[in-house]
């Protein structure tokens, strides 16, 4: 039997003005329901996101990236989600939104390492 198990990732976007629908990839959500995971991290590049839109609200949209991190992580800093599993805590944060950060679409995968995807997949895809 494999070692390795399916996983589920999305990526954060921040579209700073949706009408224009440009954006910068600022994070990673991943869930593998095998080893009931789910993590995040984020990375703003900041310089990029001022030439979208140099009046960015910089500090709610690094806030909103804390939030989704906070979600990941369970306990009290996940709020009202503190009580739900992780795939339902993934489930929600993947859930589409019309805000200024905003989940892309779910891929899938392998992995026998849930949390050094997390880094993998921000490293390749964010930074």
């Known amino acids: 039997m494999s070692d ?11 579209v700073p003005r949706v009408e224009r629908g440009e954006c910068v990839n600022a994070g990673v959500l ?12 984020t990375h703003l590049d900041a ?8 009046h960015v609200d910089l500090a709610g949209v ?3 990236l804390r939030a989704v991190e906070g979600v990941c992580a369970g306990g009290e800093a996940a709020g009202q ?3 739900d599993d992780a795939g339902r805590r993934f489930r ?4 589409p939104r019309s805000t200024v950060v905003q989940p892309g679409p779910v891929h899938t995968g ?5 949390a ?3 880094e993998r997949l921000l490293d390749l895809l964010v930074r």
Do not use: I, K, N
């Not at 996983?7 to 921040?14: G, N, Q």
């Not at 310089?47 to 140099?54: E, T, V």
């Open 4 to 14: 390795r198990h399916v996983f589920e990732y999305a990526l954060l976007r921040v």
């Open 30 to 41: 991943v869930y593998c329901r095998h080893e009931a995971f789910v993590g995040a991290r």
């Open 47 to 54: 310089s990029r996101l001022l030439a979208l839109d140099p």
């Open 62 to 64: 690094r806030a909103a």
């Open 81 to 83: 989600a503190a009580g």
């Open 92 to 95: 929600w944060l993947v859930a």
């Open 110 to 114: 392998l992995t026998a390492d849930p």
């Open 116 to 118: 050094a995807e997390v």
